[in-house]
């Protein structure tokens, strides 16, 4: 149940949410700059935590329906509270998170512990006050979406006109007002009629972030497709179609399932997107439909270890992937790895590096080794080779701080925060 | 005399090394069994009779434990939701199965 299953920044980077398999939420808060010690604004500390979804069992289908959070998504702060949206396999809830620093004292009728006064020791009238209390942080759900989606909702995006967000499953899009529970808009539906012709299923979705007409979602089968949803009510037909051509003459067994994509995240601008499949991280241009700009390989020497990855079922992970901050003259793409590695690749200079998040190999405040994996031959000093890779620790999802280089990386248990090194 | 110099890619070896193992895995390259798979997750079998019938009479008492090894799930036991084994649907029976 301490299983982290999401990790997300708001769009400050004060606030850090992490959902687990049991179906908590736990909000970290990035500790204020201190005059004297300008180097810990990489410290976060708990801000709050609460249960957002409960285990569930559908009577009807006999489907037990799982607590664990997907997906959280932070909303644009509007006023002093916080607002985000976190879901599990069928229902979608609107979290709020405020703060309560102050407590009326001084009842009229009532002592300070509650009970209520005599009335006839009641000579005089007194006004309640408002006094400083210690910070109480409350979570409370504000909506909550449900019944809109037969199969497992994998993505949840708000748009950029944050009023709407949409909602993806296997097989349906549905699109969502932030207000309104008892209704969403189905904007995508690839469910064949014949179940036996099913062929590919919808693995990510995402809004664009300036147009707030425009969305994309990715395949099991490497297609991203692109839908303008002023087109039609039922965006079945895509307005742009991303697929790199496969010389056939490589296709195997393992092709479509390592093609498949498991996350993609546009750019802060929009220009660009970023796609991850099982080996390789690929950016595409949103103006260049056949094939992406930039590949990078994550662990391209997993590729003749298919067959027991396989087995073991890891071919089937879902790795995240990130951008890094939106800083305009740095582009850093971040994703995770086995063994406790992570990777990030520098779009400019094409630079690569691979990390370790463990608690064993790193002392707290020391810079991070880089690592490398010896794919085969003889193995260098400090290289590890590909067969005494741990295939239990993997780090499927990663965050970057919206404005810092601070990054937040899950292992199975733990969160581990990173901040680059002070010059 | 020509030698014809056939360097198989390690995807290749990797598939060949599958097939080997499971001959008869299905001839559709990660197509609908792995997608059924994925759309019936959660799947597990459930007498909502056996179910509220216990509710009813244990409203006092304790529910039952399910025993370490899980096998009781029925006749002696009453089953609840949470004591059903999980009913994953095999990779391994479908490879076998083709």
Known sequence: ADIISTVEFNHSGELLATGDKGGRVVIFQQEQENKTQSHSRGEYNVYSTFQSHEPEFDYLKSLEIEEKINKIRWLPQKNAAQFLLSTNDKTIKLWKISERDKRPEGYNLKEEDGRYRDPTTVTTLRVPVFRPMDLMVEASPRRIFANAHTYHINSISINSDYETYLSADDLRINLWHLEITDRSFNIVDIKPANMEELTEVITAAEFHPNSCNTFVYSSSKGTIRLCDMRASALCDRHSKLFEEPEDPSNRSFFSEIISSISDVKFSHSGRYMMTRDYLSVKIWDLNMENRPVETYQVHEYLRSKLCSLYENDCIFDKFECCWNGSDRQVYIVMTGSYNNFFRMFDRNTKRDITLEASRENNKPRTVLKPRKVCASGKRKKDEISVDSLDFNKKILHTAWHPKENIIAVATTNNLYIFQDKMN | ?98
């Not at chain 2, 509710?55 to 039952?64: E, G, T, V, Y």
């Not at chain 2, 006749?75 to 990779?91: A, E, M």
């Open chain 2, 1 to 98: 005399q020509e030698m014809e110099d056939k360097v198989i890619s390690p995807e290749k070896a990797e598939e060949a090394k599958l097939k080997a193992r499971y001959p008869h895995l299905g001839q559709k390259p990660g197509g609908s069994d792995f997608l059924r798979k994925r759309l019936q997750k959660g799947q597990k079998y459930f007498d909502s009779g056996d179910y509220n019938m216990a509710k009813a009479k244990m409203k006092n008492k304790q529910l039952p434990t399910a025993t370490p090894d899980k096998t009781e799930v029925t006749g002696d036991h009453i089953p609840t939701p949470q004591d059903l084994p999980q009913r994953k649907p095999s990779l391994v029976a479908s490879k076998l199965a083709g």
